[in-house]
């Protein structure tokens, strides 16, 4: 099955900076690879997609890069603000199920 | 619409008892599924259905029962609770079939504890 490995585990940052996330996945038919944002003690949320045949998107201040053929994603978030706080899941769709990465918690000191 | 409504949000249980967690979602989404989540883990899937009268086994399968009689409903029963169960436990949901991609939408959670 699917595999994908996240770094890092935590992520410490002044407001203003920029936080990269890593993952990478196994599964080279995977096709699809969402980002969940989870604040404490509440429920993921997907804030951003990307699909195979793309090799970036961005939305505001954050922005995802796919490297298909090193099997690489990356989550981008820049001018990082306190809000930001939280745990971020990667994931990777291959056949019917999505698996996540096993999460970063990102930290966003004032 | 409600979305994905899970029941209950917490619930302590004794070893060796058994109980269901109920899902519900109200957008008419073919595929279901259950997640657990724990410490360091990430969230880690249970079991899934693609559509009612259709399930199939996730990661982490082994202690759980799921069943999907219709495409509303998608309860996870525990057989006989164990202490490596106590976990939240997240049900999501997704408008797009099987081999397709789309958001999955996830519950508030339900918070189990077992003694």
């Known amino acids: 099955g699917e595999n994908v490995e996240q770094h890092p585990s935590t992520l410490s940052v002044q407001e203003g900076d920029s936080a990269v996330i890593k993952c990478t996945y196994s599964?080279?038919?995977?096709?699809?690879f969402p980002w969940y944002k989870q604040e404490l003690g509440k429920r993921p949320q997907l804030i951003i997609d990307?699909?195979?045949?793309?090799g970036e998107k961005k939305d505001q201040r954050i922005a995802v890069t796919l490297n298909k053929t090193a099997k690489h994603f990356s989550l981008h978030i820049t001018e990082t603000q306190p809000e930001d706080s939280a745990v971020y899941f990667c994931?990777?769709?291959?056949?019917?199920?999505?698996?996540f990465g096993k999460g970063t918690m990102l930290l966003v000191s004032p | 619409n409600a979305g994905v409504t899970q029941t209950p949000k917490f619930q302590v249980l004794k070893t060796g008892q058994s109980m269901t967690l109920q899902c519900a979602q109200d957008m008419n989404h073919e595929y279901m599924s259950w997640y657990r989540q724990d410490p360091g883990m990430g969230l880690r899937l249970i079991h899934y259905s693609v559509g009612a009268g259709i399930t199939d086994q996730g990661e982490v399968p082994n202690g759980y029962n799921v069943s999907r009689s219709t495409t509303e409903d998608f309860p996870l029963r525990l057989l006989s609770a164990a202490p490596s169960q106590t976990s939240v436990y997240f049900c999501?949901?997704?408008?797009?079939?099987?081999?397709?991609?789309?958001?999955?939408?996830f519950g508030e959670g339900s918070r189990l504890t077992v003694l």
């Open positions: 599964d080279s038919a995977s096709n699809y």
């Open positions: 994931a990777a769709r291959g056949y019917s199920t999505l698996t």
């Open positions: 999501a949901s997704s408008l797009a079939g099987a081999t397709n991609t789309g958001e999955l939408f």
């Open positions: 990307i699909r195979s045949n793309v």
